[in-house]
């Protein structure tokens, strides 16, 4: 049986093959003096980020390499890389270095006196122009939407292992980990921070990847959307109600109406509108439900380096 370091730091790795050199001596420095594991999981990169970590892992024994069949996105890599991180407290974190390792430190002191979940919060971020606008709309709708409180400005986070085990028990396919994170419970804190800019490369969430992950977590984490539906629906008819008894009323005042062209039209596309919204949101939920009867594993690993013994 391997000893159990006191952290895992578990990271995810998409074609970052320009900066892993820098992570490498950060985290070596920012670590010094702690009992750590590094966990990289390789999100099916396409460069050489797989064997350059590979190199890495043969010189340091502290560092470990998981690697998924293919790229399954950002969050999946993290649910791996918890299922095979071992510390007692476990702490996940990009590669690009935005959220500063530095922070540990802190973070581990919060464990220390009794957190479980240890949140590394944004109080600031690089981003900027339409995608900064997004994110923002999309925390103030998410805040509103959420049927229970989870915070949007977590960026890195430690946790303990008893939250990790919950965490990778979860059976769910559609994994919106800070939604997750905050469901599971445990006493929890925030530590705040600034986000910095990336060391190096380029962001590996491309618009239309946000806009899915933004629209899984709020079908993951929220039941509003369904109940919109149904209040426009209720809103819908009481205004047709109203309108209908407004002609009635015209028609006994004997007031000629004539019948107009624009309001069959007009409440023809409204309507057709409002009903297919109904069924599209419906369909976002069957969706998911879809996917979590199909049972498929929620990522597949390839390879492990150093390999794994057999039990
Ligand atoms: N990442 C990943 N799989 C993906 C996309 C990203 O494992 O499909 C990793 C990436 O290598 C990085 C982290 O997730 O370590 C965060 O990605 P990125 O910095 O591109 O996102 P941003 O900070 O722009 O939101
Ligand atoms: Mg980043």
């Known amino acids: ?42 999100d099916g990169s396409k460069d050489r980020t797989a064997e350059l970590i590979e190199a890495y892992c043969r010189k340091d024994p502290r560092a470990r390499l998981i690697e998924l069949s293919r790229n399954f996105g950002q969050y999946f890599a993290v649910s791996a890389g918890l299922s095979r991180a071992r510390g007692k407290a476990v702490l996940t974190m990009d590669a690009d270095l935005q959220d500063p390792p530095e922070l540990v430190a802190e973070l581990l002191k919060k464990w220390k006196e009794g957190y479980q979940v240890v949140i590394g919060a944004r109080k600031t971020r690089p981003e900027r122009g339409l995608k900064k606008l997004g994110l923002q709309l999309f925390n103030k709708l998410f805040i509103w939407l959420c049927d229970f409180p989870i915070p949007v400005r977590g960026g890195f986070a430690l946790m303990d292992r008893m939250v990790v085990d919950q965490l990778v028990a979860l059976p769910e396919k559609h994994r919106y980990l800070p939604g997750l994170r905050s469901w ?23 618009i239309y990847k946000l806009t899915a992950y933004a629209l ?66 419906l369909g976002e939920y069957l969706a998911r439900v879809y996917d979590e009867v199909k049972q498929r594993p929620t990522f597949i690993i390839k390879r492990e380096f150093p390999p794994v013994e057999k039990a």
Request: with cysteine.
């Open 1 to 42: 049986m391997k000893q159990i370091p006191e952290l895992s730091v578990v990271i995810p790795v998409y074609n970052e093959e320009e900066i892993l050199g820098v992570i490498f001596a950060r985290l070596e420095k920012a670590l010094a003096g702690i009992d750590y594991e590094l966990v990289f999981v390789n």
């Open 216 to 281: 899984d977590a709020i079908f993951s984490f929220s039941h509003k959307p369904l109940q919109l539906t149904w209040v426009s629906g209720l809103v819908v008819s009481a205004l047709c109600f109203l309108y209908g008894l407004s002609l009635l009323v015209l028609r006994l005042l004997h007031i000629a109406v004539v019948p107009g062209f624009t309001t069959v039209a007009v409440s023809l596309f409204f309507l057709g509108g409002v009903q297919l919204i109904a069924i599209g949101i």
């Open 184 to 206: 599971v419970g445990f006493k929890q804190t925030e530590v705040w921070y600034d986000r910095e800019e990336r060391v190096g490369g380029e962001t590996k969430w491309s």
